[in-house]
């Protein structure tokens, strides 16, 4: 057992106790951030001369050669050793002897791990940016094809106003704008180096928290060390802004579902993100979207575990803090990989225009555009509402739509319907006079698709 802090103690760590206690099994992860960290701070003290510049440069090689050997599969992560730090540095100190025993001079495994993980996560928040805007450029390509698919827009799951697919996805677009909104907020929120910390009160020697800070691309140095040490915020946030995205994913994860059905038919998912039944023949079943909707709990597990951890530690570090990792590193993996395959199903689905267009005929989803055709003969709108429920009652008697409803019964309910009700109610009609901004109409939507062009960098394009 490979331990950085024995001198004080008289004999080894219970081997249950110890194991209880590694964190190497998940944290061996972060070994690219703890090597980069490393070097930066070897830099460091031999710039400010705490140690000598040969010293540093003997560090900085060592500790390439040891990235490189992790990288190639030469040098294997082993179970001796407490964590990622321990084993990086041993590792060192093996290649480069004494040497190696000066990089933790000014520096803590508190400020250490605290860097570890900020640089690990500034980079997950890269790569989770660039997987949600694939999914969006996916979606806008999706919204580009479907301006004049016309489809029901519902309110409590009940047919409401004709919409088109263009509009219903453009919804879900703007869910991932406000993600990846959310997701550069937390990173230059948390971008802020730890190290130099020390364990929380700082240290004595000489070292520039501005030039380490610089070069690994921080912000600057944080201001309080007892905080930066036993900082999880970022954490919290990160992990409610994974929570999210999930929510978005899963809500339109359960809508493809319902569009999937035999009683909808909206669309059809690829037999690539589809399973059958071992006993019925003619199934074909929703399973990447159900285990997308059911996974988002998974997400919501750990930012529940993570506040419960964090709610009653004091200052400064606790061990309870080493329970962020695992959580943490399952939900970065979670999301992205439902990232990855809500994009590639979406992709690949096919939509059928014509049901679509049939049920936004149904359910009499024109009925406020019958009710705005009275208003604008000058009837109020409480009145209009009135005839237009009544209307809506003579339809589901004789079992029609209202565009199907005779010009004669119209008129038995008010004076001011002519001939011209049919056009002011047809599917076009309703949905493309709707041109306010963020409305459905094709005018408003193509002001939208140049906006989204724009945002996702398709200039030319």
Known sequence: MAQ????????????????????????????????KGSMVHASMLARQGIITADEGEAIKKGLESILEDI???????????????????????DRIGDTGKKLHTGRSRN???????KLYIREEIGTMDEYIKDLQNVLFNIMSENLDTYMPGFTHLQKAQPVTLAHHIGAYFEMFRRDRSRLSDIRDRMNYCPLGAGALAGTTYPLDREYTAKGLGFTGPAMNSMDCVSDRDYLIEFLSAEATIMMHL??????????????YRFVEIDDAFSTGSSIMPQKKNPDMAELIRGKTGRVYGALMALLTTMKGIPLAYNKDMQEDKEMVFDSIDTTLDCLLLFKSMMK???????????????????ATD????????????????????LLVLDCIEKNCTLDELPLDVYKQRHSAFEEDIYEAIS??????????????????????????RRYLGHEGI
Not at 71 to 92: P, Q, R, T, W
Not at 111 to 117: C, E, K, S, Y
Not at 370 to 388: C, E, M, Q, T
Request: charged content about 30%.
């Open 370 to 389: 019958a009710a705005d055709y009275l208003v604008k003969k000058g009837v109020p709108f409480r009145d209009a509402h009135s005839v237009i429920g």
């Open 427 to 452: 599917l076009e009609t309703c949905v493309n006079t709707r041109q306010t901004l963020g409305a459905p109409g094709k005018g408003s939507m193509m002001k939208c698709l140049d906006e989204y």
């Open 348 to 366: 690949t689905m096919k939509f059928n225009r014509e049901n679509m267009a049939k049920s936004a005929r149904g359910g009499f989803t024109n």
């Open 71 to 93: 990288d190639s599969g030469k040098l294997e992560f082993s179970s001796e050793y407490e964590d990622i730090h321990s084993f990086v540095e041993a590792n060192l100190i």
């Open 4 to 35: 950085l802090w024995g001198g004080r103690f008289e004999k080894s760590t219970d081997e249950v106790a110890y194991n209880f206690n590694a964190s190497l099994s998940f944290d061996k992860r972060l070994y690219r951030q703890d090597i």
């Open 250 to 263: 899963s809500r339109f994860c359960e809508e493809v579902i319902i569009w999937n059905s035999n009683e």
């Open 111 to 117: 400020d250490q791990v605290a860097l570890d993980m």
